[in-house]
C-alpha cells in the first residue's frame, strides 16, 4: 500500500440478479460503487433502467488502512459516460450521521472532512455516501467511471486519510479488474458485466 505525507485538505432500485463479493484485499484500500450498502444485497450494474425514474447507488470503500480506526477525509470524483446520458444528481446521503463530514466540492467531486470520529473496522466495508441520480433519457451502455478530484492532494489519485493522523494520505484504486480509473466501476443497461478484482457475480449469468 501506498501513502504519501501530504496535508488533506419512491426511489426505484433495478432487480439484482446475485450479490457481488468483497474486492480481494491487496493491501490496497478499493472504492467500490454498488446498488445496495450491504455486499450481500448489491451489484456492480443496473438493467432495465429506464429515464424519469430515480436510481440509488452507494460508494463504498473497502480495506482502508486507518490506523486511528476511523475515517479522517477522501477525495475523488465520478461520472457517467457516454456525457450525452449523463444524469442528474437528485440528492446525496452520508453513510454516518448527518453533520460528521462536510463535502467542500459537489456531487461528482468528492473533497469530504469529517468533523467526528467515526469508528471503522478495517475488515469492514465503510459506506461513504449514496446518491440518487435520474436519467433525461434511457442509457444505453453507459458507464460510471472514478478519477482524481480536483484539485487532488496526490497527482493522478484518489486519496483518504484517518482522523487522527491526517498526515498520512492513502491512496485508493477502483473496483475493476485492472484496478485502473480507465475502466469502469458500474455500468448502466450494458451486455458485458463489471469484472471487479474479485470474481465478478455476473459471470454466473452466462452459466
Known sequence: MRFIAAALLTVVFALPVLAVE?????????????TAADTGDAETFMDGVVAGE?????FVLWHADMRSHAMGAFEFSWGIEPANVAPTVLDMQWGVQFGTCYNFGDYQNMLVGYTM??????????????VDIVFDETPSNAALYLAPSEPASIAGEMAYCGY???????????????????DPVFLFNSP??????????????FN
Open 117 to 130: 470520529f467515526e469508528p471503522h473496522t478495517p475488515d469492514r466495508p465503510f459506506v461513504l455516501f449514496s
Open 22 to 34: 468483497p474486492p480481494v484485499d491487496n493491501d490496497e484500500a478499493v472504492l467500490c460503487v454498488y
Open 164 to 182: 487522527v493522523l491526517p498526515d498520512e494520505l492513502w491512496t485508493m484504486v477502483p473496483n475493476n479488474a485492472a484496478q485502473s480509473m480507465s
Open 54 to 58: 430515480v436510481y440509488r447507488l452507494y
Open 192 to 205: 458485458v458485466a463489471v469484472e471487479s478484482h474479485s470474481l465478478s457475480s455476473v459471470k454466473a449469468l
